[in-house]
C-alpha cells in the first residue's frame, strides 16, 4: 500500500485476512512526493507533479548527488522516507548555516536551472521507488510461495514505480495487479471494492465503528 497517508506490506492469505510485515516509522512515501513537489516548486499534490517533472531529467546528470534508498537493520521490512526528504531538501537549497529558527540556506530553488529542478525530481523518484522495490524483494526471499503483487494507493499511479513494479514482478514470476490509473488517484473505488468483498463474506459493521484510517493488523 503506497499512498500519502500509508506506505505498508502486507501478506493475504485472503481478501479478508491480512498480517501486516513492514510499515513506514516516518513519512509515507506519498507524503515524501509532497514534500518534494513543495521543495521543487514543482506544486500541489507532489506525486502527479515530481512525476511529470522528473520525465525530462536525468537520476545521475552532472553533480546530481545519489540520494539515499533507505533500508534501515538488515532484516526490517519497515519504511522510512524522512532521510530521501532531507537529502533532497540539502541538494536543492544546500547545506543550513546555523540551527534552529536562525537557520538559513546558501539558496532557494529558484537558484536551480530547470534542467536541475528535472534532473533532481528524477532523482527522487528513482530513490523513492527502488526503496519500495528492495523491501519487496526482502518479503519476498522470506515467503518464497508468493504468487501474486498486489499494488494499492494513490503513488500506484507513479510512472517510475509501476516501471520497476512491472521489472520486478516479470523477475521474480509474480502475477502483478496494479489498479488503472484512473482508481489511482480517489481510493473510493478501492475502498468500495474492499467493503463489498466484506459484506458478501457477511463480515459487517455497525454504527459504532470508529472512523479511522488506520488497519487492524
Do not use: W
Not at 537529502?87 to 536551480?112: I, M, Q, S
Not at 523518484?125 to 504468487?147: C, F, I, M, N, S
Not at 520497476?164 to 473510493?188: E, K, M
Amino acid at each position: 500500500m503506497v499512498s500519502g497517508g500509508h506506505t505498508s506490506l502486507y501478506q493475504l492469505a485472503n481478501d479478508q485476512h491480512a498480517e501486516r510485515l513492514g510499515r513506514t516509522i516516518d513519512d509515507a512515501v506519498g507524503e515524501a512526493y509532497d514534500k518534494a513537489g513543495a521543495l521543487l516548486d514543482a506544486g500541489y499534490p507532489g506525486g502527479p507533479n515530481v512525476d511529470k517533472l522528473a520525465q525530462t531529467g536525468n537520476p545521475r546528470g552532472p553533480d546530481i548527488p545519489a540520494l539515499p534508498i533507505s533500508m534501515l537493520g538488515p532484516d526490517s521490512l519497515d519504511f522510512s522516507f524522512s532521510g530521501l526528504k532531507t537529502a533532497l531538501l540539502y541538494a536543492v537549497r544546500g547545506h543550513p548555516e546555523g540551527r534552529g529558527k536562525n537557520a538559513t540556506f546558501p539558496r532557494t530553488v529558484a537558484d536551480l536551472t530547470p534542467q536541475r529542478r528535472a534532473d533532481l525530481a528524477a532523482a527522487f523518484q528513482h530513490a523513492a521507488a527502488q526503496a519500495v522495490v528492495r523491501k519487496l524483494g526482502r518479503a519476498l526471499d522470506r515467503h518464497p510461495a508468493t504468487q501474486s503483487l498486489i499494488v494499492g494507493g494513490g503513488v500506484s499511479a507513479n510512472s517510475e514505480l509501476r516501471r520497476r513494479l512491472a521489472d520486478f514482478a516479470r523477475t521474480r514470476g509474480l502475477a502483478l495487479h496494479l489498479p488503472a490509473l484512473a482508481y489511482c488517484v480517489d481510493n473510493a473505488a478501492m475502498i468500495a471494492g474492499y467493503a463489498a468483498a466484506r459484506l458478501n463474506a457477511g463480515d459487517t459493521d455497525d454504527l459504532h465503528l470508529p472512523v479511522l484510517a488506520t488497519s487492524r493488523t
